[in-house]
């Protein structure tokens, strides 16, 4: 499952940046009080936390990618730790550009409807997701 982990992590991935290029994008357009939306400091502040989680979760994938390349000594268990931890912030990430886009994001003129299910549903395509957290954590031992 570890060489697999890592297809996961890129799918979780661009779940996470497609949700920041959406959320950016609407609040660019949408207009409230007489400005976009995108003026609002409580939506700046969602904006630069996805912004933040996704460069940051950028720069992880490429080291574990580079590790399974490399085949590097724990290249498996970056893989599966990666996976896991990219799959919860595609979640928290999808669920915060809905909170940018209101409830126009639940409807299916935007794909972040799509992609906030898509998440969700992500957590599971190598098995069930409480149960490869406990086989990570029991690996540590």
């Not at 896991?84 to 928290?92: D, S, V």
């Not at 935007?110 to 998440?119: G, I, M």
């Not at 549903?121 to 031992?141: C, D, F, I, M, N």
């Given at each position: 499952?570890?060489?697999?982990?890592?297809?996961?992590?890129?799918?979780?991935?661009?779940?996470?940046?497609?949700?920041?290029?959406?959320?950016?994008?609407?609040?660019?357009?949408?207009?409230?009080?007489?400005?976009?939306?995108?003026?609002?400091?409580?939506?700046?502040?969602?904006?630069?936390?996805?912004?933040?989680?996704?460069?940051?979760a950028t720069?992880?994938?490429?080291?574990?990618?580079?590790a399974?390349?490399?085949?590097?000594?724990?290249?498996?268990?970056?893989?599966?730790?990666?996976?896991?931890?990219?799959?919860?912030?595609?979640?928290?990430?999808?669920?915060?550009?809905?909170?940018?886009?209101?409830?126009?994001?639940?409807?299916?003129e935007?794909?972040?409807?799509?992609?906030?299910?898509?998440?969700f549903?992500?957590?599971?395509?190598?098995?069930?997701?409480?149960?490869?957290?406990?086989?990570?954590?029991?690996?540590?031992?």
């Open positions: 499952l570890a060489r697999y982990s890592i297809g996961a992590a890129a799918i979780a991935l661009g779940l996470c940046r497609g949700s920041l290029d959406e959320a950016v994008a609407y609040a660019k357009t949408r207009r409230q009080g007489g400005r976009e939306i995108i003026g609002w400091s409580e939506v700046r502040m969602l904006l630069g936390d996805i912004a933040t989680q996704h460069t940051f720069l992880a994938f490429e080291h574990a990618r580079d399974v390349d490399a085949r590097a000594s724990g290249w498996q268990r970056s893989a599966t730790a990666l996976a896991i931890r990219l799959q919860e912030l595609a979640c928290e990430l999808s669920s915060s550009s809905l909170q940018v886009l209101g409830g126009a994001g639940y409807t299916t935007f794909k972040q409807e799509a992609r906030f299910r898509d998440a549903h992500t957590q599971h395509v190598l098995g069930s997701h409480p149960v490869r957290k406990l086989r990570a954590g029991s690996s540590e031992r």
